[in-house]
């Protein structure tokens, strides 16, 4: 027997918290023409801004003293255990002061980040981004009050003190849902904007858009701003849902780019709903093979081998059927669109 | 910018395609996991004869490095758990229940996300036992849902303080490593080291470890200089270079190497190439132990050259691990490396907690797994837990890497006992 | 006192001999066929793996025979990743981005297949290929020289090296087909006008990168204390970076970098350590960080980088 609501609940998870890193590595790569290969970085200096904040915050405010007992000791875990049910407010509270920060904070740093990046060239601003995602890592694994090796453990979940485990879940799940909608909402009115084709033409020709007098560089940062800030928001969620962050190379770094960057190619680029799709496969993938692999009598080697040549095998495949991606880029609909649409078409018609 | 017109229906039908495609994988999916993986009660009534008893399948989960960084112990351990599956089950016959184990195992890579992805899908099929993951990382990030849905979750190896939290899912039947700390200082004291370089890996194993070993070793007067490098590189010519340099800066007299068993091998080979290095004492954790790379000539030379000695987890002249190397070698063709015993013992516990609970309810098995491992000796020893839920009692034992007729090879070669390590035999004459 | 030994000199010159090996054919391809290639890890990696299989499996301790055979095994998978996949979505007009993530499914797809060829490998001899020992081959020698002892792992990197070093120079520059390469690099619908068949040339890069590529891996195996199947992937951001520093275009640019990474990461970290008690543990880092400064005070020509003319702050007056 399969527990049905317990595998969507915890996929959907995964999904949404994917699926917001996936739109906004979408509208910067495939709409604007920002290869970003920092997602990663953003996402998990959102992860350790949220989880650090909240942790030292949570043991302050219930009155331990920080500077002798850290969050990152077993001592402090105990504590950190012991009151992560008795103040809904509280937790609640860190959770949303969290999120804000991460966005915030991650947004700025993108900006930053835009303008080394436009130096480089765009040949090279991939790497740039990955390697700084790197070196922010490796900080991290030696910085003392982030909890170097250890990571960030136990933190309070926003929903801790509900105490049935399956509603605190899908509690949770609606809450990341909730982001997802919203990322896909504000992206989608970026979108359709303006400015929207502002980015496209940006993307398509740099300097037809310098010569019709479009300010380029700042585009550019305004783009890295937005997007970087909702990898931050996806790095508090993931945080808060596993309850700990640790600097390692397939949490923080490299590979969680490279998969958001395969879910928005097989979803199609320059599409949003199609990076829903392409994170949609991808997680899915993965767990319903689970299911799969054990089960087949193989003994010459490990049957789940199978499973990661799989999914490297769809992309393959995918790319290869269907190169431009499964959505293709949809038109942009301003509202001057619509109007135009009910008007000339209407004329047609009637 | 080549869009394609008047594809519509193309692309429509695409996607249905897809969808009918991922519709079908998951009708698959359930089938097969229906399929091969019978449903608790599955009466059989084989044609004619006598009728024979229903067995009733019980499945243990598996969550095993088997690609990425652990991965050669990963690929060891998964002889040791199918062996583990294979003799569990021919004891729980022998005592007369109709009870069959069935291991499911899973790759997580090494990796935090795919640890996770595996313990939540594997719970979601109904399994309550879970053992692995492997490193620390990985076991923090799936605490929180083994806590919330009452699944057991028995890690072999990981040795982090911070997760020694009473009262959770979690258990490790690998003892801390406070208690090796403690036997490596008095070793490496007990030879004449009065100042040593702690070479160390960069993760909470490495770094938790060499705090120990620093203030077990101050506590005895010597002083050790702290020298992390970076975990999960290629290759460490670089790194032990630098380690060369600070031996003759700082005119230390020891190495002492905390790693696990690919860097510890490659560490090991670059160092018998510099003259540095091969002029002073070396002293390993129990990472290394068992490593083929350390058995392969310019090793075992260098090995003999500096008199090289480790500390491992062991109860000594325990005749029930010498049986367990011995099985495994001629069952399953791999020699047992590091944290093998505490795998295999970690499989008895589980299988012995599930019929002591005779329910499918995680508090129950959790319960039963303390009683159980209360009167349980097994490979690893005594599997008595503490209060957190690790394991209590550890004896630890000194290993050296000898000649023998056949090339190098690794000997136990003494004990702690009392605060003193007392040698069997003389590994280096 | 300078912390520098010779073992330190050496180590750096066996590491710079490496990183050409694996950074200079990264950048050919780039150049040549303007795929941005992670499956280049598998490159590696199986170039190892032929050494050790045939070691392991056979018994074999030539070093020659494994050579030829990684250089084979290489090239035919970078030429079958070519035909299979990069060709069929250049003709449908994939986008560069798509291509390298197609590069990735692959990536992924060797990786596990190794695994399983690994396992495979187990199943019949019993012998462990997950981790694999430093392999002493017999058809090299070692060299002394005074008081300096060169492995024979050293001898044939540098004189792989520097051969390909050597060999790519003169082909490139005096050979029609190197020529043709490089047309086909610089401006590939001229080099078709002149006749050059651009399938040949790039199906000919691609086996040279693969198969200049399997023989380090080869030979990687005599000097690495350990090879696994994550041999490529734990080396692939350092041997990009190298390929970034020479701003995927220029060979030269590329080789002076795999010098200086080599540098940095021997030399330089143990000059940190000693002096400022930088941990080693930073190791990566400032590789990261070489590489940033580098990008951003020089940046790469040929790449079009820079702000854009409009945004530059005028200097003195002058537009």
Same mark, same amino acid.
């Given at each position: 027997?399969?527990? %049905?609501?317990?595998?969507?609940?915890?996929?959907?998870?995964?999904?949404?918290?994917?699926?917001?890193?996936?739109?906004?590595?979408?509208?910067?790569?495939?709409?604007?023409?920002?290869?970003?290969?920092?997602?990663?970085?953003?996402?998990?200096?959102?992860?350790?801004?949220?989880?650090?904040?909240?942790?030292?915050?949570?043991?302050?405010?219930?009155?331990?003293?920080?500077?002798?007992?850290?969050?990152?000791?077993?001592?402090?875990?105990?504590?950190?255990?012991?009151?992560?049910?008795?103040?809904?407010?509280?937790?609640?509270?860190?959770?949303?002061?969290?999120?804000?920060?991460?966005?915030?904070?991650?947004?700025? %740093?993108?900006?930053?980040?835009?303008?080394?990046?436009?130096?480089?060239?765009?040949?090279?601003?991939?790497?740039?981004?990955?390697?700084?995602?790197?070196?922010?890592?490796?900080?991290?694994?030696?910085?003392?009050?982030?909890?170097?090796?250890?990571?960030?453990?136990?933190?309070?979940?926003?929903?801790?003190?509900?105490?049935?485990?399956?509603?605190?879940?899908?509690?949770?799940?609606?809450?990341?849902?909730?982001?997802?909608?919203?990322?896909?909402?504000?992206?989608?009115?970026?979108?359709?904007?303006?400015?929207?084709?502002?980015?496209?033409?940006?993307?398509?020709?740099?300097?037809?858009?310098l010569c019709l007098g479009k300010h380029v560089p700042k585009l550019k940062a305004t783009v890295l701003f937005i997007g970087s800030g909702f990898a931050g928001i996806a790095g508090v969620l993931m945080a808060f849902y596993l309850g700990s962050i640790s600097p390692t190379y397939d949490m923080i770094g490299p590979?969680?780019?490279?998969?958001?960057?395969?879910?928005?190619?097989?979803?199609?680029?320059?599409?949003?709903?199609?990076?829903?799709?392409?994170?949609?496969?991808?997680?899915?993938?993965?767990?319903?093979?689970?299911?799969?692999?054990?089960?087949?009598?193989?003994?010459?080697?490990?049957?789940?081998?199978?499973?990661?040549?799989?999914?490297?095998?769809?992309?393959?495949?995918?790319?290869?059927?269907?190169?431009?991606?499964?959505?293709?880029?949809?038109?942009?609909?301003?509202?001057?669109?619509?109007?135009?649409?009910?008007?000339?078409?209407?004329?047609?018609?009637? | 910018?080549?869009?394609?017109?008047?594809?519509?229906?193309?692309?429509?039908?695409?996607?249905?395609?897809?969808?009918?495609?991922?519709?079908?994988?998951?009708?698959?999916?359930?089938?097969?996991?229906?399929?091969?993986?019978?449903?608790?009660?599955?009466?059989?009534?084989?044609? *004619?004869?006598?009728?024979?008893?229903?067995?009733?399948?019980?499945?243990?989960?598996?969550?095993?490095?088997?690609? *990425?960084?652990?991965?050669?112990?990963?690929?060891?351990?998964?002889?040791?758990?199918?062996?583990?599956?294979?003799?569990?089950?021919?004891?729980?016959?022998?005592?007369?229940?109709?009870?069959?184990?069935?291991?499911?195992?899973?790759?997580?890579?090494?990796?935090?996300?795919?640890?996770?992805?595996?313990?939540?899908?594997?719970?979601?099929?109904?399994?309550?036992?879970?053992?692995?993951?492997?490193?620390?990382?990985?076991?923090?990030?799936?605490?929180?849902?083994?806590?919330?849905?009452?699944?057991?979750?028995?890690?072999?190896?990981?040795?982090?303080?911070?997760?020694?939290?009473?009262?959770?899912?979690?258990?490790?039947?690998?003892?801390?490593?406070?208690?090796?700390?403690?036997?490596?200082?008095?070793?490496?004291?007990?030879?004449?080291?009065?100042?040593?370089?702690?070479?160390?890996? !960069?993760?909470?194993?490495?770094?938790?470890?060499?705090?120990?070993?620093?203030?077990?070793?101050?506590?005895?007067?010597?002083?050790?200089?702290?020298?992390?490098?970076?975990?999960?590189?290629?290759?460490?010519?670089?790194?032990? !270079?630098?380690?060369?340099?600070?031996?003759?800066?700082?005119?230390?007299?020891?190495?002492?190497?905390?790693?696990?068993?690919?860097? *510890?091998?490659?560490?090991?080979?670059?160092?018998?190439?510099?003259?540095?290095?091969?002029?002073?004492?070396?002293?390993?954790?129990?990472?290394?132990?068992?490593?083929?790379?350390?058995?392969?000539?310019?090793?075992?030379?260098?090995?003999?050259?500096?008199?090289?000695?480790?500390?491992?987890?062991?109860?000594?002249?325990?005749?029930?691990?010498?049986?367990?190397?011995? !099985?495994?070698?001629?069952?399953?063709?791999?020699?047992?490396?590091?944290?093998?015993? !505490?795998?295999?013992?970690?499989?008895?516990?589980?299988?012995?907690?599930?019929?002591?609970?005779?329910?499918?309810?995680?508090?129950?098995?959790?319960?039963?797994?303390?009683?159980?491992?209360?009167?349980?000796?097994?490979?690893?020893?005594?599997?008595?837990?503490?209060?957190?839920?690790?394991?209590?009692?550890?004896?630890?034992?000194?290993?050296?890497?000898?000649?023998?007729?056949?090339?190098?090879?690794?000997?136990?070669?003494?004990?702690?006992?009392? *605060?003193?390590?007392?040698?069997?035999?003389?590994?280096?004459? | 006192?300078?912390?520098?030994?010779?073992?330190?000199?050496?180590?750096?010159?066996?590491?710079?001999?490496?990183?050409?090996?694996?950074?200079?054919?990264?950048?050919?391809?780039?150049?040549?066929?303007?795929?941005?290639?992670?499956?280049?890890?598998?490159?590696?990696?199986?170039?190892?793996?032929?050494?050790?299989?045939?070691?392991?499996?056979?018994?074999?301790?030539?070093?020659?025979?494994?050579?030829?055979?990684?250089?084979?095994?290489?090239?035919?998978?970078?030429?079958?990743?070519?035909?299979?996949?990069?060709?069929?979505?250049?003709?449908?007009?994939?986008?560069?981005?798509?291509?390298?993530?197609?590069?990735?499914?692959?990536?992924?797809?060797?990786?596990?297949?190794?695994?399983?060829?690994?396992?495979?490998?187990?199943?019949?001899? &019993?012998?462990?290929?997950?981790?694999?020992?430093?392999?002493?081959?017999?058809?090299?020698?070692?060299?002394?020289?005074?008081?300096?002892?060169?492995?024979?792992?050293?001898?044939?990197?540098?004189?792989?090296?520097?051969?390909?070093?050597?060999?790519?120079?003169?082909?490139?520059?005096?050979?029609?087909?190197?020529?043709?390469?490089?047309?086909?690099?610089?401006?590939?619908?001229?080099?078709?006008?002149?006749?050059?068949?651009?399938?040949?040339?790039?199906?000919?890069?691609?086996?040279?990168?693969?198969?200049?590529?399997?023989?380090?891996?080869?030979?990687?195996?005599?000097?690495?204390?350990?090879?696994?199947?994550?041999? &490529?992937?734990?080396?692939?951001?350092?041997?990009?970076?190298?390929?970034?520093?020479?701003?995927?275009?220029?060979?030269?640019?590329?080789?002076?970098?795999?010098?200086?990474?080599?540098?940095?990461?021997?030399?330089?970290?143990?000059?940190?350590?000693?002096?400022?008690?930088?941990?080693?543990?930073?190791?990566?880092?400032?590789?990261?960080?070489?590489?940033?400064?580098?990008?951003?005070?020089?940046?790469?020509?040929?790449?079009?980088?820079?702000?854009?003319?409009?945004?530059?702050?005028?200097?003195?007056?002058?537009?």
């Amino acid at each position: 027997m399969i527990d %049905v609501v317990g595998f969507l609940i915890s996929w959907l998870t995964f999904l949404g918290i994917y699926g917001i890193l996936a739109i906004s590595l979408n509208f910067e790569s495939g709409t604007s023409g920002v290869t970003n290969f920092g997602k990663a970085f953003f996402y998990g200096l959102g992860a350790y801004i949220g989880a650090s904040l909240t942790v030292y915050l949570f043991l302050l405010l219930n009155n331990i003293d920080v500077s002798k007992v850290s969050p990152f000791d077993v001592e402090g875990i105990v504590y950190l255990g012991q009151f992560a049910t008795k103040n809904p407010l509280l937790n609640i509270g860190l959770f949303i002061l969290s999120l804000l920060l991460a966005f915030i904070v991650a947004g700025i %740093v993108g900006y930053l980040l835009s303008y080394p990046i436009i130096r480089v060239g765009p040949a090279f601003v991939g790497f740039t981004l990955l390697s700084t995602g790197e070196l922010f890592r490796i900080f991290v694994l030696h910085y003392k009050p982030l909890g170097e090796s250890k990571g960030i453990m136990s933190i309070p979940h926003p929903f801790a003190w509900i105490p049935n485990p399956t509603v605190r879940t899908a509690l949770y799940l609606a809450v990341v849902l909730g982001f997802l909608a919203l990322t896909y909402f504000v992206f989608n009115r970026i979108y359709n904007s303006p400015l929207g084709r502002t980015l496209r033409a940006v993307r398509d020709d740099e300097v037809a858009a310098l010569c019709l007098g479009k300010h380029v560089p700042k585009l550019k940062a305004t783009v890295l701003f937005i997007g970087s800030g909702f990898a931050g928001i996806a790095g508090v969620l993931m945080a808060f849902y596993l309850g700990s962050i640790s600097p390692t190379y397939d949490m923080i770094g490299p590979p969680i780019t490279f998969n958001v960057w395969a879910m928005i190619i097989l979803g199609g680029m320059g599409n949003l709903t199609g990076s829903i799709l392409g994170a949609i496969i991808f997680t899915f993938l993965d767990r319903l093979l689970i299911f799969v692999t054990p089960n087949l009598g193989i003994t010459v080697f490990s049957p789940d081998y199978i499973r990661g040549f799989l999914v490297g095998f769809l992309i393959v495949a995918v790319l290869l059927f269907r190169p431009q991606g499964i959505l293709k880029e949809g038109k942009i609909e301003t509202l001057a669109w619509k109007v135009y649409e009910e008007e000339v078409k209407g004329e047609k018609s009637g | 910018m080549t869009q394609q017109t008047g594809k519509s229906m193309f692309s429509v039908q695409f996607i249905a395609a897809v969808l009918v495609a991922l519709i079908a994988g998951v009708a698959i999916g359930f089938a097969a996991s229906g399929l091969f993986a019978p449903p608790q009660q599955q009466p059989q009534q084989p044609a *004619g004869g006598q009728p024979s008893v229903s067995k009733k399948v019980i499945q243990i989960g598996f969550t095993l490095p088997l690609t *990425g960084e652990l991965s050669s112990i990963g690929k060891i351990w998964e002889k040791v758990a199918q062996m583990a599956i294979e003799d569990l089950n021919k004891e729980v016959q022998a005592y007369g229940f109709n009870v069959e184990f069935k291991a499911v195992i899973l790759d997580d890579g090494t990796s935090v996300e795919k640890a996770v992805s595996n313990v939540q899908t594997l719970a979601q099929q109904g399994i309550k036992v879970i053992i692995g993951p492997a490193a620390s990382s990985q076991v923090k990030a799936v605490k929180s849902f083994a806590d919330s849905n009452q699944i057991v979750i028995i890690s072999p190896s990981s040795t982090a303080p911070t997760l020694a939290i009473p009262n959770d899912f979690i258990f490790r039947t690998v003892g801390s490593d406070a208690g090796q700390a403690k036997v490596l200082a008095a070793l490496a004291f007990q030879e004449g080291a009065r100042k040593v370089i702690v070479f160390h890996r !960069n993760d909470e194993y490495g770094n938790a470890f060499a705090d120990f070993f620093a203030k077990e070793f101050a506590q005895l007067g010597g002083k050790a200089v702290d020298m992390p490098y970076q975990a999960g590189l290629s290759d460490y010519a670089a790194e032990v !270079n630098s380690l060369a340099s600070k031996v003759q800066s700082e005119k230390a007299d020891a190495v002492v190497l905390i790693a696990f068993d690919t860097d *510890g091998g490659n560490i090991l080979s670059h160092a018998a190439e510099s003259n540095v290095l091969s002029s002073v004492r070396w002293f390993l954790s129990e990472g290394p132990h068992g490593a083929a790379e350390l058995k392969t000539p310019a090793v075992g030379a260098f090995a003999a050259k500096v008199k090289l000695l480790g500390t491992r987890p062991l109860f000594v002249a325990n005749p029930l691990y010498e049986q367990f190397k011995q !099985n495994l070698k001629q069952r399953f063709g791999v020699d047992a490396t590091v944290f093998c015993d !505490n795998l295999y013992d970690a499989v008895m516990l589980a299988g012995w907690a599930i019929l002591r609970a005779g329910s499918n309810d995680g508090n129950a098995i959790r319960n039963a797994l303390v009683e159980v491992a209360k009167h349980y000796y097994g490979v690893s020893g005594w599997t008595i837990f503490d209060s957190a839920g690790d394991k209590a009692n550890q004896d630890y034992g000194v290993w050296a890497i000898v000649k023998t007729g056949a090339g190098y090879d690794f000997k136990d070669v003494g004990v702690f006992e009392r *605060g003193q390590i007392v040698f069997t035999e003389e590994p280096y004459p | 006192m300078l912390p520098i030994d010779q073992n330190t000199i050496l180590n750096f010159l066996f590491y710079s001999f490496f990183y050409l090996l694996f950074a200079v054919p990264l950048t050919l391809s780039y150049r040549t066929t303007k795929v941005i290639n992670f499956a280049h890890a598998n490159f590696i990696t199986y170039g190892a793996y032929v050494a050790v299989f045939l070691n392991g499996l056979l018994g074999n301790k030539s070093l020659l025979l494994a050579s030829l055979l990684a250089f084979l095994v290489s090239g035919t998978l970078a030429i079958v990743s070519y035909f299979f996949v990069f060709k069929p979505l250049e003709k449908r007009g994939a986008s560069m981005s798509l291509i390298m993530i197609s590069s990735m499914g692959l990536w992924i797809m060797y990786n596990y297949l190794l695994y399983m060829l690994a396992d495979i490998a187990h199943f019949f001899s &019993g012998v462990n290929f997950v981790s694999y020992g430093r392999i002493l081959y017999t058809d090299v020698p070692e060299i002394t020289i005074g008081s300096l002892r060169l492995s024979s792992g050293f001898i044939a990197v540098c004189a792989t090296a520097v051969g390909m070093s050597l060999f790519f120079y003169i082909f490139l520059n005096k050979t029609s087909l190197g020529k043709a390469m490089r047309a086909v690099a610089d401006n590939p619908v001229l080099a078709e006008i002149s006749g050059i068949q651009r399938d040949k040339v790039i199906t000919f890069t691609w086996l040279i990168t693969g198969g200049v590529v399997g023989v380090g891996g080869a030979i990687w195996t005599s000097f690495s204390g350990t090879v696994t199947p994550t041999t &490529g992937d734990a080396m692939i951001l350092q041997v990009f970076t190298i390929a970034f520093i020479g701003g995927l275009v220029s060979l030269l640019r590329t080789g002076i970098g795999a010098f200086v990474i080599a540098l940095i990461e021997n030399v330089g970290i143990s000059l940190l350590n000693a002096w400022f008690g930088v941990p080693t543990s930073f190791r990566t880092f400032l590789t990261f960080v070489a590489l940033l400064v580098i990008l951003i005070a020089f940046p790469p020509l040929g790449a079009a980088g820079g702000l854009p003319f409009r945004y530059r702050k005028k200097r003195g007056g002058a537009k």
